[in-house]
């Protein structure tokens, strides 16, 4: 199984930008799709991004569409989520995700699937 490990969170004024890395260890991250969820206390796990294992295929969730970008380097084993324009309503603790998958397709944008998870990272948005 792969380890997860995520890090950029902190606080930042509303409109900045941050960017977090996940950073994965014990296997190559090229067999993997990856996700970024994230998560408030009290509230259900959010989906917030995939990509693919050759980074083809990027798919967002409607409330971070032309906001955040996901992107990967696996020469680096390193999942990326660059979050630019952000909102207070974007605070939340973020998550990177694995799914070992064949192929290039979409990864699943709900956490079930997903067996390999980070610890989290928090990001606070200030308004």
């Known amino acids: 199984q792969v380890q997860l490990v995520e890090s950029g969170g902190g606080l930042v004024q509303a409109g900045g930008s941050l960017r977090l890395s996940c950073t994965a260890s014990?296997?190559?991250?090229?067999?993997?799709?990856m996700a970024w969820f994230r998560q408030d206390p009290g509230k259900e796990c959010e989906f917030v991004a995939t990509?693919?294992?050759?980074?083809?295929?990027?798919y967002y969730a409607d409330s971070v569409k032309g906001r955040f970008t996901i992107s990967r380097d696996n020469a680096k084993n390193t999942v990326y989520l660059q979050m630019n324009m952000l909102k207070p309503e974007d605070s939340a603790v973020y998550y990177c995700?694995?799914?070992?998958?064949?192929?290039?397709?979409?990864?699943?944008?709900?956490?079930?699937?997903?067996?390999?998870w980070g610890q989290g990272t928090q990001v606070t948005v200030s308004s």
């Open positions: 995700a694995a799914d070992q998958m064949y192929g290039d397709a979409y990864p699943p944008a709900r956490p079930g699937p997903y067996d390999s």
């Open positions: 990509i693919s294992r050759t980074g083809a295929n990027t």
């Open positions: 014990g296997r190559s991250l090229s067999r993997y799709g």
